[in-house]
């Protein structure tokens, strides 16, 4: 197998960002998504593992009976306490009477307990994690992700095989990280199998075409593929900058977004700064033919610790969303997805992540849009424009903008006018040759970043689902207040342009204040408290 060198320093680098650690303490327990990636039980211990995740799970808004079934793993828990809890939030997932998020909740509730479950020796338990992981295995593009989920659904199966020969040790087989050592030469030797009948079928393929008789280019799974969802956008650029040339001297790459105005009417030149006027032909032309600047990709070292400074809560959610930047020629993210209750804070993260990725960006409001005129609209119509990703490359002259979905799942569904959705699956699907009818022509929007956020994955057709990397975002918790509100302060100081003197931190009484009113969960209702003990400071100021 030949290791192409750029896939391999993009999966070394990846696997430092997105390996949990092996080992947790009560104060901490590993959310869902990392305990897929391999991340430790608290003290190696299951059971102290759900005592200290039940006493801090959010159970405001679940059903009472969950709740009731919650409580006692609080206490001393058992397999059968867990079973049962597992299986009632299992049922409240699919009771189409609780809202969306509820669902959801419970949804994340069952799969943990069942996780943890599996290390308790519970058969069924450890089966239906092994398919839960199992699938979530099958939406990763990730080489890193990948290859840590793979590693715990190979510890399922082994946890499944003890429980059945009667050798399962609750004492000694919690210890996920010795467990993920063992699995490994199983799984190194499943995978030499695997490579030698690749390497088999290949030869026999090339065999039957004949060596004299080109049949066109055969697949190469050794390395990246420009089928691969995760790598296109950075091969195409990669294959523009051999096949076109690079201008002398420049030091960065770049896209040609729009290729020519000509064919439009007008007497507007390509490449025409100077050009004025309203027509698609005089406003575009100053971009036509161009090849627009792609910004660089910064050190996601720092990037990923200033965002975790202003998100503590979701330092998981970082490292998954900047691990898809690793190894990109430039600065730049496949489409994801954040999905959250309202108040985590998804919108502040995405604009932030775009932020200190240095990407200039605009939040696109999707509630209660009607039509399709997100990817421009014709013309023929008495006003007309072009996409917004097209618009923002104008005005900025970057290939490379970031755009937030807002709430995307709010959406109107009509399709009289168009719709968003289907607009979308469109653009994501073809980035670098979606057809902009304002200017009838082919644009390359494979340059832009599409971030977007959910209350829930309710509302969102199944395709559009699949075309994004979906991630969700926890709500925080009391411990991350502090963090928090220095964060809001900075924002507020920038908003008013204020400095420090003029608008410092928040003392002990005002932040325990914070801490005590604040409604848990909702990043929103923390802004609304700073802002009013802002307001307070002001009005009680002595006036001179």
Known sequence: MTLDPKRVAEARLSLRLQTPPA????GNPPDLDSLYKGAGLCWNNAYADVRAWAIQVETKGLPATLVALLEPLQDAPTVDHVVAAAECAARCELDDELSTDVQWACGQIAQRLRFVGAFMG?????????????????????????????????????????IIAEIFDPTRDAD???????????????????????????????????????RGAVRDDTGQDSRDEDHDRANRVVADLLNEGRPAGASEPGITVLQSVSHLPGSAKDGSRGSTGSTPRAEFAGIAGERLRCLPLRDLSETRAALVARHPHAA??????????????????????????????????????????????????????????????????????????????????LATCGIVLDEVEKAGESRHNGNLQDTLLAMLDHADRFFDPYVEAQVDLSGMTFLATANSRTGLSTPLLD????????????????????????????????????????????LAAVQDARRPGSIR??????????ATRESLAPRH
């Open 23 to 26: 080992y947790s303490l009560p």
């Open 122 to 162: 519970h058969y069924v338990c450890t089966c239906m994690a092994y398919h839960a992981v199992s699938v979530a295995a099958s939406g990763q593009h990730d080489d890193a992700i990948l290859n840590l989920m793979l590693t715990t659904v190979a510890v399922l199966r082994e946890v499944g095989h003890r």
């Open 176 to 214: 996920i990280a010795r467990l993920r050592e063992m699995v490994v030469p199983d799984m190194e030797r499943d995978a030499d199998n695997i490579e030698l009948w690749r390497e088999l079928r290949l030869a026999d393929t090339q065999a039957a075409a004949g060596a004299d008789e080109p």
């Open 316 to 397: 998981g959610v970082v490292d998954r969303a900047l691990g898809h930047a690793v190894g990109r020629p430039y600065a730049t993210l496949p489409p994801i997805l954040f999905v959250g209750r309202p108040g985590a804070g998804k919108t502040r993260l995405a604009t932030d992540i775009l932020a200190f990725m240095g990407l200039p960006s605009i939040v696109y409001a999707c509630a209660g849009v009607a039509d399709g005129s997100f990817g421009g609209t014709s013309r023929q119509w008495g006003t007309g424009r072009g996409c917004v990703p097209l618009q923002r490359a104008k005005a900025h002259r």
């Open 467 to 510: 075309r994004f990397i979906v991630i969700d975002v926890q709500t925080p918790g009391r411990e991350h207040v502090p963090a928090l509100v220095d964060g809001i302060l900075a924002d507020v100081r920038r908003e008013r342009g204020l400095d420090l003197d003029w608008c410092p931190e928040l003392d002990g009484e005002e």
């Open 525 to 534: 209702s923390l802004r609304r408290l700073v802002e009013a003990i802002l």
